[in-house]
């Protein structure tokens, strides 16, 4: 990923756009904010393609030739992960890429097993893949992020993945079912942790989670609020659509 000149240039275009109070970081701190309406992943019949990328660990969601690339780094167990995805930037940012204007990449990182205990982001990680199988990747992201148990409690068992699949039409079958009940994906897991530490490597903390990468430039720490601004958070992104000579090429 691009990092220096890139870096403060992205960091002086945030700075035109994040509003006072938002700048925080790392993962486990929430902050407070009004419950919005649960919506659907993506409303209508024009869902986004949604494919695994040729590098075997990335989730692609949204037309290839969209303006611009968000790549999300996400913990399933992450409850600042699920401070985006439902009350922040999230529905956001799937309603831009329901449009075109953007194309959102995952990469799921499984590390707060190692640091809490169990085996929840695991197990939710290899779920997800198997829902990437079944073309219904979209809409179990969302529901596992507002069914989110507490990071504590390592609450993302097989039965409570298979419970949240019910919520999304179509995708419980014996296929589906089983790849959940074997960690069919075990590997696919295991490479995703080591994207996720690649990706990190050249920052001293490491990436955290949520983390951004717009069109290839990670978005700096100190602007890391601006995710869990919804408006803020869309503004940007524009910004990144329409005015591209602001943007590192």
Known sequence: MRVGRGR???????????????LSSGCGERTPRQPSPKKAAYDGPAKPPEKLDVDGTTIVVGDPKAPVTVHLYEDPRCPVCQEFEVTGGGPALRALTQRRETKTEYTFASFLDGKVGGGGSKRAVNALRAALEAGKFAEYHAVLYRHQPAEAVDGYTNALLLKLAGKVAGLRGPAFDSAVKTMKYREFVDRSERAYDRAGADTPRGLGTPAAVINGVQMPEEYFGMLFDRKAFTRFLRLMRYQPGQWPS
């Open 8 to 22: 403060r240039r992205l960091a002086a275009l945030a700075l035109m756009l994040v509003l006072p109070g938002l």
